[in-house]
C-alpha cells in the first residue's frame, strides 16, 4: 500500500547563495553530520546538498506533514546504501508520523532517487508500506 508520495526540485545556485551567505550555521541547521561529511568530500558540494535538501522536502511531502506541523531538517537523514542507492533515514518527528502512518500488521519502506541537472537538483520520495504477516 502506498502511504504517501512526494517530489521537490531545488535550484542549485539557491543552495550556494545559502551557503555562503550563512555558511556552517546553514549547514549545521539543515544537514545531518553524516550528511556534511558526504557532501563535503565532493569537489563541488552544492550538487550534493541541494539534491538531499530536495529529498528532505520530498519525504516531508510524502509524509503529508503540511497539516501536522513541520519537521526538523535534521529528522529526515539524506545517505546512500553500499550499492550507492539513495535512503532516507527517519529520526525523531519523522520517524514518529511514519509509525503513526504505517498500519499495525504492516513494515513501511522509504523508496528515494535524486538527480541533478545544474542549475536543478530533484528528489522523488514514496513511502510504502507492506504487511508483515
Not at 541547521?29 to 561529511?37: P, R
Not at 508520523?97 to 504492516?106: C, F, H, Q
Not at 536543478?120 to 508483515?132: D, F, P, Q, V
Amino acid at each position: 500500500m502506498i502511504i504517501g508520495i512526494g517530489t521537490d526540485i531545488c535550484d542549485i545556485s539557491r543552495i550556494e547563495s545559502l551557503i555562503s551567505k550563512f555558511g556552517q550555521k546553514f549547514i549545521d541547521k539543515t544537514f545531518t553530520v553524516h550528511e556534511q561529511e558526504y557532501c563535503s568530500s565532493k569537489s563541488d558540494c552544492a550538487p550534493f546538498y541541494a539534491k538531499r535538501f530536495a529529498a528532505k522536502e520530498a519525504v516531508a511531502k510524502a509524509l503529508a506533514t503540511s497539516s501536522s506541523g513541520a519537521l526538523s531538517w535534521l529528522d529526515v537523514e539524506v545517505t546512500n546504501d553500499p550499492s550507492g542507492r539513495p535512503q532516507a533515514i527517519l529520526h525523531r518527528g519523522a520517524l514518529e508520523r511514519l509509525n503513526a502512518k504505517t498500519p499495525v500488521d504492516s513494515k513501511s519502506f522509504v523508496h528515494l532517487t535524486l538527480s541533478d541537472d545544474y542549475p536543478y537538483a530533484i528528489a522523488y520520495a514514496m513511502i510504502e508500506s507492506r504487511k508483515t504477516i
